[in-house]
């Protein structure tokens, strides 16, 4: 069964800094994974994408990367800024159906940026 | 992008009453997604739903849930006889074209 880890829990840092959360998976026969964020009481918004075969995304200031074979993600945030703020969930989708299978997630990182 | 609603955006009702929490995509999907988030907890993913058929569900989708798109566009997640440990926020989802995930803003269940 699949299992999802994110570290740390939680983080808080000054505006302006650089950061990197990050998030192992139990079974590295991913079809994808993604990063999303929630903001308190709100749905999930999809960042980013990556597939099995790609080894890293970028939108913006945002860029994840993916080894695959280490059961590892990275979300690399530059320049951070207080609207930042929120929690970073990463989510695997299983290998063997695809489109099929349900996200398994984890239990995200709560970011908090002090202005 | 596609969007989804979903309905009510909170719904309280006593235990072993029926809920039927609702969702609606903007634009014209085949797949269809119900996830549910108990407070504190992770993401958990109850059932995928492709062209009007279940694809795929996790064993916390038991007899006591199911899913039904009875018009065509409206999706919808029944609770049969809801239990305390239903108290959780529901959220559909649907895939993009680059399969990215796309979330309603969910409906907060809250059995008493």
């Known amino acids: 069964k699949q299992e999802v880890t994110q570290i740390p829990a939680a983080l808080s840092v000054p505006e302006g800094e650089n950061l990197v959360l990050n998030c192992s998976f139990t079974?590295?026969?991913?079809?994808?994974l993604q990063w999303f964020r929630q903001d308190p009481g709100k749905g999930l918004t999809s960042l980013l994408l990556i597939q099995s075969s790609q080894r890293e995304q970028t939108s913006g200031r945002l860029n994840a990367s993916l080894d695959k074979s280490s059961g590892r993600s990275t979300l690399y945030i530059a320049a951070s800024q207080p609207g930042d703020s929120a929690t970073y969930l990463c989510a695997v989708r299983g290998g063997e159906r695809g489109g099929a299978d349900g996200l398994t997630f984890g239990k995200g990182t709560h970011l908090i940026i002090q202005p | 992008e596609p969007e989804v609603t979903q309905t009510p955006s909170h719904q309280v009702t006593q235990m072993g009453q029926e809920v039927i929490l609702r969702c609606v995509p903007i634009s014209n999907h085949l797949y269809f997604y119900w996830y549910r988030q108990i407070l504190g907890q992770k993401v958990e993913f109850l059932v995928s739903f492709y062209n009007n058929e279940i694809s795929e569900k996790s064993e916390i989708f038991d007899d006591q849930f199911s899913v039904e798109r009875p018009d065509g566009s409206n999706f919808t997640l029944k609770i049969r006889s809801t239990k305390l440990e239903d108290s959780a926020m529901y959220f559909c989802a649907t895939p993009a074209a680059n399969e990215k995930l796309f979330f309603g803003s969910g409906t907060q269940l809250s059995v008493l």
């Open positions: 079974d590295s026969a991913i079809y994808n």
